[in-house]
């Protein structure tokens, strides 16, 4: 329910003042002879700068670097969500759990299974950015608000997902490392994100 936040008492009507008083005018002060120093003038110091830059997610896997540019005007809360574990280094050592040749890469899970998280499920940003060669999803149960921190990386076109998976990023350097990630279903000595972060680029 919203409250009605409109003033309701009524200001109070100023009283005319009736009383004359006379005003004795002063004097005009004497300039004194000793001038006087101009005051020093404080230097104001520079505004801080704010950081300039696009956020990008860079693993380093153990087939070389990955960067991955977030993409907040798709899906803000799962850029950010992306962003923040990764800052909190929660990437660093989870594997590729599955990985389906001319499909994607699948990783973000810290059990290697494909049914662990971050414990943290994220609404659903679906939006109309095609799933391509180099795009970044969100994995998830059939339930369409599930994803967590599980995400994949495609090697080809798959258009066929396209409204159903909450794109958030983009590789724009080393896809070719992703396409050396070891398949499988299960991956059998998966290849693993040695460490994630986050640089402004």
Known sequence: MVK??????????AKKVTDKKVEKIAAPKKESAVKKAPAAKVAKSAPAKKAVGTEHLVL?????????????????????????LAKSK???????????????????????????????????????????????????SQNPDSGDSQFFICFDNARFLDRQYTVWGQV??????????????????PDRIVTASVELR
């Open 90 to 140: 929660f990437y660093d050592g989870i594997v590729f759990h599955r990985v389906i040749d001319g499909f994607m890469a699948q990783t973000g899970d810290p059990t290697g299974t494909g049914m662990g998280g971050s414990g943290h499920k994220l609404k659903a940003e679906f939006n109309a950015e095609p799933h391509v060669r180099g795009t970044c999803s969100m994995a998830r």
């Open 60 to 84: 380093d896997t153990t087939k070389g670097k990955v960067v991955i540019k977030l993409r907040p005007d798709l899906a803000p809360n799962h850029a950010a969500r992306i962003a923040e």
């Open 172 to 189: 724009v350097e080393g896809m070719d490392n992703v396409d050396k990630i070891k398949r499988g279903e299960p991956v059998r000595d």
């Open 4 to 13: 009605d936040t409109t003033p309701t008492d009524k200001k109070p009507v």
